[in-house]
C-alpha cells in the first residue's frame, strides 16, 4: 500500500490535492414549498509546470547519430474546475484545461484554450457521467504499470509502444484525448468500478481533422465512433484494470476498424526492508488494425518495478512488441507497426524522482527505444525523428510543480 501511494502521490497533487485554490463559495438560502434549501458552489484554479533537459539521440537515414539537446515542456498545463452542490447528494461538476508550453511560451501550435481535459457532467452515489473532451478509459491502464512517478510524461511516457501513444486517433493511436465524447464512471463496490465511453468523430467545434482527435464531416457522414468499455479493481496493495476499445470507420482517409485490448495488474509489497518499498507491475495488450490487404495485429508484453528509498522512488520498466503478424502483406506499416520479419521494438528505462515539497519535484531518468530494421516507434512525449531501424536513447534531467 505504502509504495502505490508514493508512486501515485504527484498524480493525486496534479489532479486533487495541494493546489493555490481560487475558490469561490456561494451560500444562499432560499425558500421552497418544501422547506429552506442551502446551495454551495466551489471553483479552483490548478496546473502543472513540468520543464526537462534531455540529450536525445538517434540513427537518421544517412546513418548519422547527432545528439540533440533541448529544454522541453512535458504535459504543462493550468485549467479550472468547479462543483456545483445540488442537493441529495448530486454535484454539477465542469473542467477547463489548457496545454501550457512552459519551455518556450508558444501558442502557435495550441492556439485556443479547452485544449486538454475539458467537460460538463453529474456526479452523485450512482456514479459519475461527464461530456466534452477527454481519454477514454483505455488510458487509465497506463498508470497501473506506466512511469507514475514521473507523471506518465516525458520521454519517459511508457506508452510509445503500448497502445501505439504518439498516434493521434485517425492515425491508429489509442491514448488519444478525444474530443465529442459522453462517459460513465459507476461507483465503486469492494474495490469494483466500471466505465464506459463514447466518442462521436462529428465536425461540430474544432474539427481538427479526418486524423485528429476530434473528426470531420466525412467521419460523421460514414457514421465514426470510438467506443470503450473498462473495467477496475483497487484494493488495498492490489491495483487491476482491462479495458477493450473499438475503433469504427475511424481512420483516414476512408476509415477502418480498429481494436484494442489491454490489460495490467500491479501488487504493493509493502516495506520489504527498512525504508525500501516495493512494487510490482506487468501488462499485457494486443493490436488489430485492417487495413485493403488484411488485418494487422501485434502483441505487446511489459513489467515494471517501482522502489521507494526513503522519499525517493526509482522506477525501472521494460516492454517489448513483437514481430507484426496477420493477413496483411509484409511490409504494412501503420504508425511504428511493420508486419513481418524484424519489425519488433523494445523499450527500457530506469528513472529516480525525489519530491522536494509536496508540490515541487526533482526527476531524472534514462530512457532506450531499440527498433528492428522494420519498425519505427517513437516517443510517445516530444517525439524524436525515427526512420526504420532506430535506436533512440534519451536522458533527462526534469523538475516539476504543481499549484
Known amino acids: 500500500?505504502?509504495?502505490?501511494?508514493?508512486?501515485?502521490?504527484?498524480?493525486?497533487?496534479?489532479?486533487?490535492?495541494a493546489r493555490i485554490q481560487l475558490t469561490i463559495v456561494l451560500l444562499a438560502g432560499a425558500a421552497f414549498a418544501s422547506g429552506a434549501q442551502a446551495q454551495f458552489f466551489n471553483t479552483t484554479l490548478y496546473g502543472v509546470v513540468n520543464v526537462d533537459f534531455e540529450l536525445v539521440n538517434g540513427r537518421q537515414p544517412d546513418g548519422s547519430n547527432p545528439t540533440v539537446n533541448r529544454v522541453s515542456s512535458n504535459s504543462s498545463r493550468f485549467g479550472i474546475r468547479g462543483v456545483d452542490y445540488l442537493g441529495a447528494g448530486n454535484t454539477a461538476i465542469f473542467q477547463i484545461e489548457s496545454l501550457v508550453q512552459a519551455d518556450t511560451g508558444a501558442s502557435n501550435s495550441w492556439p485556443n484554450i479547452a485544449t486538454r481535459e475539458t467537460y460538463i457532467g453529474l456526479q452523485g452515489e450512482w456514479g459519475t457521467f461527464r461530456t466534452g473532451k477527454f481519454y477514454p478509459p483505455y488510458d487509465d491502464i497506463l498508470p497501473i504499470f506506466g512511469n507514475a512517478p514521473t507523471l506518465t510524461t516525458s520521454i519517459l511516457s511508457t506508452a510509445a509502444i503500448w497502445a501505439q501513444g504518439p498516434l493521434l486517433k485517425g492515425q491508429g493511436g489509442f491514448d488519444a484525448r478525444l474530443g465529442n465524447a459522453i462517459r460513465y464512471d459507476s461507483p465503486t463496490f469492494s474495490g469494483?468500478?466500471?466505465?464506459?465511453?463514447?466518442?462521436?468523430?462529428?465536425?461540430?467545434?474544432?474539427?481538427?481533422?479526418?486524423?485528429?482527435?476530434?473528426?470531420?464531416?466525412?467521419?460523421?457522414?460514414?457514421?465514426?465512433?470510438?467506443?470503450?468499455?473498462?473495467?477496475?479493481?483497487?484494493?488495498?496493495?492490489?491495483?487491476?484494470?482491462?479495458?477493450?476499445?473499438?475503433?469504427?470507420?475511424?481512420?483516414?482517409?476512408?476509415?477502418?476498424?480498429?481494436?484494442?485490448?489491454?490489460?495490467?495488474?500491479?501488487?504493493?509489497?509493502?516495506?520489504?526492508?527498512?525504508?525500501?518499498?516495493?512494487?510490482?507491475?506487468?501488462?499485457?495488450?494486443?493490436?488489430?488494425?485492417?487495413?485493403?490487404?488484411?488485418?494487422?495485429?501485434?502483441?505487446f508484453f511489459a513489467v515494471s518495478a517501482t522502489v521507494s528509498v526513503g522519499d525517493g522512488v526509482i522506477y525501472a520498466f521494460w516492454g517489448r512488441s513483437p514481430d507484426g503478424f496477420g493477413s496483411a502483406i509484409d511490409g504494412t506499416q501503420i504508425g511504428g507497426l511493420s508486419k513481418g520479419p524484424n519489425s519488433a521494438a523494445t523499450q527500457w528505462e530506469v528513472s529516480y524522482s525525489y519530491p522536494l515539497s509536496p508540490r515541487t519535484l526533482l526527476y531524472a531518468g534514462f530512457v532506450q527505444l531499440a527498433n528492428q530494421a522494420n519498425a519505427a516507434y517513437t516517443f510517445n512525449i516530444n517525439d524524436y525523428f525515427t526512420a526504420q531501424g532506430a535506436r533512440l536513447n534519451g536522458a533527462v534531467f526534469g523538475i516539476a510543480h504543481a499549484f
Not at 501511494?5 to 489532479?15: D, E, I, P, V, Y
Not at 476498424?257 to 516495493?278: I, K, L, M, R
Open 192 to 299: 469494483f468500478s466500471g466505465t464506459l465511453y463514447y466518442s462521436t468523430r462529428d465536425s461540430s467545434g474544432d474539427a481538427n481533422g479526418a486524423i485528429g482527435n476530434n473528426g470531420d464531416h466525412p467521419s460523421e457522414m460514414r457514421h465514426a465512433y470510438v467506443a470503450d468499455v473498462a473495467g477496475f479493481y483497487n484494493n488495498g496493495p492490489i491495483d487491476l484494470g482491462v479495458a477493450y476499445e473499438h475503433n469504427y470507420n475511424v481512420r483516414a482517409p476512408l476509415g477502418r476498424n480498429d481494436d484494442a485490448f489491454s490489460v495490467a495488474g500491479g501488487y504493493d509489497f509493502g516495506t520489504v526492508w527498512q525504508n525500501v518499498g516495493v512494487r510490482l507491475a506487468a501488462a499485457y495488450e494486443y493490436l488489430r488494425y485492417d487495413t485493403p490487404s488484411g488485418s494487422l495485429k501485434r502483441n
Open 1 to 17: 500500500m505504502e509504495i502505490r501511494l508514493r508512486a501515485s502521490q504527484w498524480l493525486l497533487w496534479c489532479g486533487h490535492a
